[in-house]
């Protein structure tokens, strides 16, 4: 195995050993929305904590997701991560911290096919997280409008008032007025939930630059998986586990 220092995690290269998967329940979200995510959280969470402990502390979560313990050319490590797609024997590339007992995994990667793995809702930067969110809200934004306007034309026809010209003007006073409150409205709550999130971003961050890519705020896993998807890959291929070249 061989560490290389980034920051705040390690980038390690070996073989994978002695691996245990296990597929477990945990509240990732509100843990992070509580502020326990980032590479010390998830180290101090993991931490000491053995496999019938771990299962307590999940009772009430509601993920899914695969947690992992394993030896990296003898050295050992553990870590959450959505889905983990590799196998015993694999030669991967692993961004991980060492909390004093062991190697505590956030991302991997195996070079042979570009597959990555990561800890869960990590798979976008800060950057890409803010663009996607507002592309949500938007979205809202425009359907919300556009059922407005339908409506205000079926309460018309109703009243038997509509004409033509009635909505226009009515689509005039909407435009002005309702439409910048709504872009109001929501854009504060697409940047406040865009905030609450945050965390995960930030942890990805951490773990593309652990890689060594470039511009890792602007990295979407998503994204480039569907434009590297292979065949062969599995159904949770590119929601859950990723590609990046």
Not at 24 to 45: K, Y
Not at 147 to 165: E, N, P, R, V
Not at 181 to 190: D, E, K, P, S, W
Request: aromatic residues 14%.
């Amino acid at each position: 195995m061989t560490p290389q220092w980034n920051d705040k995690a390690s980038k390690l290269t070996g073989k994978i050993a002695g691996l245990r998967r296990v597929r477990r329940s945990r509240d990732f979200v509100m843990e992070q929305l509580g502020g326990g995510v980032g590479a010390s959280a998830v180290s101090a969470g993991l931490a000491g904590m053995g496999g019938a402990a771990i299962a307590i502390a999940t009772l009430d979560s509601t993920e899914k997701a695969d947690f992992v313990e394993f030896t990296l050319d003898g050295q050992p490590v553990r870590g959450w991560f959505w889905r983990f797609p590799f196998d015993e024997g694999d030669d991967i590339e692993l961004v991980a911290e060492h909390d004093g007992q062991a190697w505590i995994a956030y991302g991997a990667r195996r070079p042979a096919d570009a597959l990555v793995a990561v800890y869960p809702h990590c798979f976008e930067g800060r950057r890409a997280h803010y663009a996607s969110t507002f592309r949500f809200w938007g979205i809202v934004v425009g359907a919300v409008f556009l059922f407005m306007m339908c409506l205000d034309a079926i309460f018309a026809m109703f009243k038997g008032t509509f004409s033509l010209a009635g909505q226009l003007s009515a689509y005039a006073v909407y435009l002005a007025y309702g439409l910048p409150a709504l872009v109001l409205v929501f854009g504060f709550l697409a940047w406040r939930g865009g905030r609450k999130t945050e965390g995960f971003a930030r942890m990805a961050e951490t773990i593309f630059a652990g890689f060594g890519w470039r511009d890792a705020s602007s990295i979407n896993l998503r994204k480039t998986s569907r434009a590297l998807r292979r065949e062969g890959d599995g159904r949770d291929y590119g929601t859950l586990y990723f590609r990046y070249q």
